[in-house]
């Protein structure tokens, strides 16, 4: 599968933005789906993950009540709602797809990336 991610740019802090990941390929709906990020000078990290339904989420401490990932199967899509924003959420978003049925968090699950979008939240 093939995913491309979308929606990143420049906001302030305290403000939105919506991530968007296409993906292309084999179907969607087999695969869980995780958003990843990383910050300059830091290692890649996991921010949130869906299960293949959607009825499953999970979400790193530091994102828990400002972002909501969701997945909309019939259009081979899944998003990353980034609420409240702060500066220490600037980095580069990372979608991932990953063959299974679980909610993943570690990187070496998934088998598939995209190319990332900067996110920069200033002050």
């Known amino acids: 599968v093939h995913v491309v991610e979308s929606g990143g740019g420049l906001v302030q802090a305290g403000g939105s933005l919506r991530l968007s990941c296409a993906a292309s390929g084999r179907t969607f709906s087999s695969y869980t789906m995780g958003w990843f990020r990383q910050a300059p000078g830091k290692e890649r990290e996991f921010v949130a993950g869906v299960s293949l339904s959607g009825g499953s989420t999970y979400y790193t401490d530091s994102v828990k009540g400002r972002f909501t990932i969701s997945r909309d199967n019939a259009k081979n899509t899944v998003y990353l709602q980034m609420n409240s924003l702060k500066p220490e959420d600037t980095a580069v978003y990372y979608c991932?797809?990953?063959?299974?049925?679980?909610?993943?968090?570690?990187?070496?699950?998934?088998?598939?990336w995209g190319q990332g979008t900067q996110v920069t939240v200033s002050s």
């Open positions: 991932a797809a990953a063959d299974g049925t679980a909610v993943y968090t570690k990187q070496m699950r998934y088998n598939y």
